[in-house]
């Protein structure tokens, strides 16, 4: 489960967003191969173990080192586990020799167990060490990046990855900050520094969520990775086999929704406008869009981190 929210009660902490409505969509053959792309703290994953049969086997990758310690705990001969930026799904796959799979799923953005650790940098109600890697053996802090990006480049983050109205106002803080040699290393430096740029907010959001939102984007190239794993599905998808992706905000659900509309429909054609031409007799759909659904009421009421998921599943022809 992946979004920024209201920090939990402990009961509440680790919840699976979507949980079986994920895994009753994607398993269509209980003795199939099957890859859970995002283990998390393998909520998903354990699901799909109970439901496959003993033929069964399940492959799971996470970039995060903690999570690759939490899969310790599961004890079946039917389950692997690697450690791997989703976006490199099919490179495991291969060297675990397997072609296709009957399905995938993806959990995409932050987990609930990165938010709920200081230390990790992911949330603006918690103060630790600006870091925000989900893989936190590689690649650059945010702490890092506002070290030397520019006010234009912090600026267009917050604009493209968060929406954020005040993106320039707060860019130019943190970059004043930094020249004034306090830069901004710790996330309740920068939640604090936030709130004084933001001047108004819709109610019940903390004006440092866009913020946040965008630089953990931005570090963890999570829209690039996205995009990078999609172009990697129909090769590694047998027909018959389903995609599962849960999405928390709608960059991601954007690239999802057109991925699986540019393979399950035929281009639009204006056909009002001179010289084009029509549809191509040769296109033929390579996914069916299977179904779009939000939790349900009852799900987002005991666990609000769920209130923005959507669940696109789609099939191989």
Known sequence: MRSHAPMPSAETAHRTVLLHEAVDHLITNPDGVYLDATFGRGGHSREILRRLSPAGRLIAIDRDPQAIEAAAQIHDARFVIRHAPFAEFARVLREQGVAQVDGLLFDLGVSSPQLDQPERGFSFRADGPLDMRMDTSSGQTVAEYLASASVDEIATVLRDYGNERA???????????????????????????????????????????????????????????????????????????????????????????????????????????????????????????VLRMRPSAAEVSGNARARSAMLRVAQRI
């Open 167 to 289: 993106a320039v106002q707060i860019a130019k803080k943190i970059v004043a900050r930094r020249e004034a040699g306090a830069p901004v290393t710790r996330s309740g430096e920068l939640a604090a520094l936030v709130a004084t740029a933001v001047k108004s907010r819709e109610p019940g959001q903390d004006p440092a969520t866009r913020t946040f939102q965008a630089l953990r984007i931005h570090v963890n190239a999570e829209l690039a990775q996205i995009e990078a794993a999609l172009s990697q599905v129909l090769a590694c998808l047998k027909p018959g086999g389903r995609l599962a992706v849960i999405s928390f905000h709608s960059l991601e659900d954007a690239l999802v929704k057109r991925y699986i509309q540019s393979h399950s429909r035929a281009p639009a054609v204006d056909r009002r406008q001179p010289f084009v031409p029509g549809v191509s007799a040769e296109f033929q759909p390579q996914l069916k869009d």
